[in-house]
C-alpha cells in the first residue's frame, strides 16, 4: 500500500485515475470493541474485493481513516472490474462478517466510484476527483439507500463518467436499469450519480430522483433550455397549426377538420369602388 505522496500509484504527475471511497454507517456510534473489529476488518475485506477484480491494493495510494478508505488506483486499473466483480465481491464478503451477529453490530459500507484527476497534497488528495468522489459517498440519497434496504450491508454510488462509459455501455453484468439517477447536492457540488443496492431494486426505497435522464448524458430535463416547439407539437386548436387533412390548395379535406381558419376583419370608410375585387389577405 502506498503513501499518499506518490510511489507506485504515479500520482507525482498529471494524470487521471480510478477512485475509491468507503466508509462504515454508524462508527460514531459503536462501542470500542466493535470499532476495532470494523479498523481491522475494513481493509480486509476491501483487499478481498479488490484480489477479486484483479487489483492489487498494496500498489493503490491510499488515505485511511479509521471507518473509512479513499484511494487512488494506478494508471491501467479496470473500471469494469471495480463496479464488478469488485462490488459483488464486497458485499459477499461484509454478509459473511455480518452472519451471525446482532443487527447492531453489523458492519455495513457505503462505496462511491468515480474516475477524474488526483495529485497528491499536504493532507490527503487534491483536485476535483477526490472532492467529487467524497460528496457522492457522503451524500443523504447514499445514504438514505443503505438505510432503506434494511438487509444490505453495501449501496454503492458511480458518477456520470463511470457510469456512461461502464455500465451504460454493458462492460459490467450488472444492468444499468439496476441503477436509479439521482441528483446530489452537498456542499459546494451538485451534479449526478447513480445508485445500487446490491440485491435490492432501488428504484423500490422511496429514493428521490430527477426528471427523465437524457438517453447519452443523462442530462435532467429541468437542466438544458427546452427546444422550440415544431409546428407538428402543437395541439390542432394552436395558432399556426396546419391541417394534416389539408388538400394541395390548404384548404381543409372535410368540414370536420379542427384546423385553425384565419379571420380578416376589414373596415372600410365612405365610398369604396371596387368592382369585381376579392378583399382578403394573400399567402
Not at 460514531?28 to 474485493?49: K, M, Y
Not at 437542466?223 to 422550440?228: G, K, Q, T, W, Y
Not at 416547439?229 to 368540414?255: C, F, Q
Request: hydrophobic share 45%; aromatic share 6%.
Amino acid at each position: 500500500m502506498t503513501t499518499i505522496a506518490g510511489g507506485p500509484g504515479g500520482l507525482d504527475t498529471f494524470g487521471r485515475r480510478l477512485l475509491l471511497a468507503v466508509d462504515a454507517k454508524g462508527y460514531g456510534r459503536a462501542d470500542v470493541l466493535t470499532q476495532s473489529c470494523f479498523q481491522e476488518a475494513i481493509p480486509q475485506l476491501v483487499g478481498v474485493a479488490a484480489r477479486a477484480a484483479g487489483e492489487d491494493m498494496a500498489a493503490w495510494a491510499v488515505q485511511q481513516a479509521g471507518d473509512s478508505v479513499m484511494a487512488v488506483l494506478p494508471e491501467g486499473a479496470s473500471e469494469p472490474a471495480m463496479v464488478d466483480p469488485f462490488m459483488r465481491r464486497l458485499d459477499a464478503g461484509l454478509r459473511a462478517f455480518n452472519h451471525g451477529r446482532v443487527r447492531d453490530s453489523w458492519l455495513e459500507l457505503r462505496a462511491a466510484l468515480h474516475f477524474g484527476t488526483a495529485s497528491p497534497g499536504a493532507n490527503g488528495f487534491v483536485g476535483r476527483a477526490p472532492v467529487e468522489v467524497g460528496r457522492l459517498l457522503d451524500s443523504r440519497v447514499l445514504r438514505s439507500a443503505l438505510a432503506a434496504a434494511e438487509d444490505a450491508p453495501l449501496a454503492v454510488a458511480v458518477s456520470a463518467t463511470v457510469f456512461n462509459d461502464v455500465v451504460r455501455e454493458a462492460y459490467t453484468t450488472v444492468r444499468a436499469r439496476d441503477f436509479l439517477q439521482v441528483r446530489i447536492e452537498e456542499k459546494e457540488y451538485a451534479g449526478r450519480a447513480w445508485i445500487w443496492v446490491p440485491g435490492h431494486d432501488v428504484h423500490a426505497l422511496g429514493l428521490d430522483a430527477p426528471a427523465a435522464p437524457d438517453a447519452v448524458t443523462g442530462t435532467r430535463d429541468a437542466d438544458v433550455p427546452a427546444a422550440p416547439a415544431r409546428s407538428d407539437d402543437l395541439p390542432r386548436s394552436a395558432p399556426g397549426h396546419r391541417s394534416d387533412a389539408a388538400g394541395p390548395s390548404g384548404a381543409a379535406a372535410d368540414d370536420t377538420s379542427t384546423a385553425v381558419r384565419e379571420r380578416v376583419v376589414q373596415n372600410f370608410h365612405g365610398t369604396v369602388h371596387a368592382s369585381g375585387a376579392v378583399f382578403g389577405i394573400s399567402k
